[in-house]
Nanobody, 119 residues
C-alpha cells in the first residue's frame, strides 16, 4: 500500500512560482511512475507532467512546457513539480498519482492541493 500526500499549493500572483511536493509511503517508490494531474472547476482532469521511476521519460503537457519542471528524489520517496511563470489558467487542484511500472492504470492518488493564480 502506498499513500501519497501533496503539499505546496497556495495563492500566487500571475508570473509567480510554486513548488508542489508529493511524499509517498512505502519502500518501492522507484518502481512507480509518478504523474501530476490537475483539475479546474468544470473541466476534465488533465495530465500535466509525468516521470518514470528512474527519473527519465519525462512528459509535459503543451500548456505547461517550458514553465513547469517535474523531478523526483527516490531516496526521499518524493516527486516535485516546480511551477514558474504561473498563469490564471493554471488555477486547479493538483494531484499526484502513482502507477506501478508494469501497469497501465494508476494505482494510487493523493488528496490534491489547491493552486490559485490571481491576475
Amino acid at each position: 500500500q502506498v499513500q501519497l500526500v501533496e503539499s505546496g499549493g497556495g495563492l500566487v500572483q500571475a508570473g509567480g512560482s510554486l513548488r508542489l511536493s508529493c511524499a509517498a509511503s512505502g519502500r518501492t517508490f522507484s518502481s512507480y511512475a509518478m504523474d501530476w494531474f490537475r483539475q479546474a472547476p468544470g473541466k476534465e482532469r488533465e495530465l500535466v507532467a509525468a516521470i518514470r521511476g528512474s527519473g527519465g521519460n519525462i512528459y509535459y503537457a503543451d500548456s505547461v512546457k517550458g514553465r513547469f519542471t517535474i523531478s523526483r528524489d527516490n531516496a526521499k520517496n518524493s516527486v516535485y513539480l516546480q511551477m514558474n511563470s504561473l498563469k490564471p489558467e493554471d488555477t486547479a487542484v493538483y494531484y499526484c498519482a502513482a502507477r506501478y511500472y508494469s501497469n497501465y492504470e494508476y494505482d494510487y492518488w493523493g488528496q490534491g492541493t489547491q493552486v490559485t493564480v490571481s491576475s
